[in-house]
């Protein structure tokens, strides 16, 4: 056959393991990976959580065990989520002094004080009513429910944490948590938006996880439409203008188009949540035999990277630095 004398020869860039890896133009490090980890009320608790295999829910007791293992897999950062053990129209737990997530925080300081803490801002998990602010005749109210979030925000900055990450979607959700944490003192605590947050259903196992699904209705008169790429730019947008240092997108995989205009139209690191039933789908598929899971799961970190996010939370962080290692 007559080959034409200026043909591209892409191959010769993919000869050998070496020359695949000096070419490689996104990698991935342990120093993308923040892990979630779910805290509870009570003593001795270490429950496997049915729906996401491997991931447990803690009492603070049972929680300097897995410290040691963030540390030993040279974890950074993680992001802590409480569960209540009662219930209000309040939300009453969520900003305790000495809730699960308060208490858990202290201990991260004290056994780990390197590791970057963040926490999830939102009262679902600690409303009666299973939504992310107050809801009165059926309706969610934007303002007060700032003032919960504020007060959330707070009890988990003089707690020490390092990141507060207020994913309610409620509009002014970071101005009002930057007031309340700069009046207080915390102007070094930095806050993460879950910017692009949306109503998305691969949140099923979450809610399994953190016990927050709402009673009745849905959360999409506050989480973003599936449909909408705009908007979420416009979302980080204004987070970026009320004070955000970092911005989010959630689901990642899903939402790779999402990750790589934020990259694109941003300067603030972006992060991006592989959620949980993103978890949950390759867990399952490779229970059955039908993929392969460290690779998978890989390929997947990757893409997210590759698309534009400095930062991964995922429930594979602990996995995946451990492959990374060797
Ligand atoms: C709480 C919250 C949710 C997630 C993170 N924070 C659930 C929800 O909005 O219903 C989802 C995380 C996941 O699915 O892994 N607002
Ligand atoms: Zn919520």
């Given amino acids: 056959m007559k080959i034409q004398y200026n043909m591209q020869r892409l ?26 980890l779910f805290v509870k009320p009570g003593k001795g608790i270490r429950e496997e959580i049915s729906s996401m295999k491997g991931q447990y829910r803690y009492s603070v007791d049972m929680l300097a065990g897995e410290i040691e293992n963030i540390k030993k897999a040279g974890l950074k950062a993680v992001l802590l989520f409480g569960l209540a053990g009662h219930k209000d129209e309040m939300a009453s737990e969520s900003c305790l002094p000495d809730g699960a997530v308060q208490e858990s925080i202290r201990l991260f300081k004290k056994l780990a004080p390197e590791i970057v803490v963040m926490t999830d801002v939102c009262v679902c998990g600690y409303t009666s009513h299973g939504h992310c602010g107050i809801l009165k005749e059926g309706i969610i109210q934007n303002d007060e429910s700032l003032v919960l979030l504020q007060k959330m925000a707070l009890s988990h900055a003089e707690a020490g944490a390092d990141v507060v990450a207020p994913s309610a979607m409620m509009d002014g959700q970071v101005a009002a948590i930057r007031e309340a944490l700069d009046k207080n003192g915390y102007s070094n605590t930095s806050i993460m938006g879950y910017s692009a947050k949306f109503f998305s259903a691969c949140y099923g196992p979450f809610r399994d996880a953190a016990d927050s699904a709402p009673q009745s209705g849905n959360r999409s008169s506050y989480q973003m439409d599936v449909a909408n790429a705009q908007e979420a730019l416009r979302e980080i947008e204004i987070d970026e203008a009320e004070g955000a240092d970092m911005v989010m997108v959630k689901p990642a995989v899903f939402y790779l188009d999402i990750i790589a205009r934020a990259a694109a ?12 039933g993103e978890y949950a789908m390759i867990k399952a598929a490779a ?4 993929i392969d899971e460290n690779k998978v799961m890989m390929e997947m970190l990757l893409s997210i990277k590759r698309a534009g996010a400095g930062l991964i939370i995922t429930y594979f962080a602990k996995d995946a630095a451990h492959l990374l290692k060797d």
Avoid: C
Avoid at 265 to 276: E, G, R
Avoid at 287 to 290: I, L, S
């Fill in 287 to 290: 229970e059955k035999g039908w």
């Fill in 265 to 276: 139209q941003s300067k603030l690191p972006i992060a991006a949540y592989n959620v949980s």
């Fill in 11 to 36: 191959r010769r860039l993919r000869t050998s393991p070496a020359m695949r890896a000096i070419i490689a133009e996104t990698s991935l490090s342990v120093n993308d990976l923040i892990y979630p």
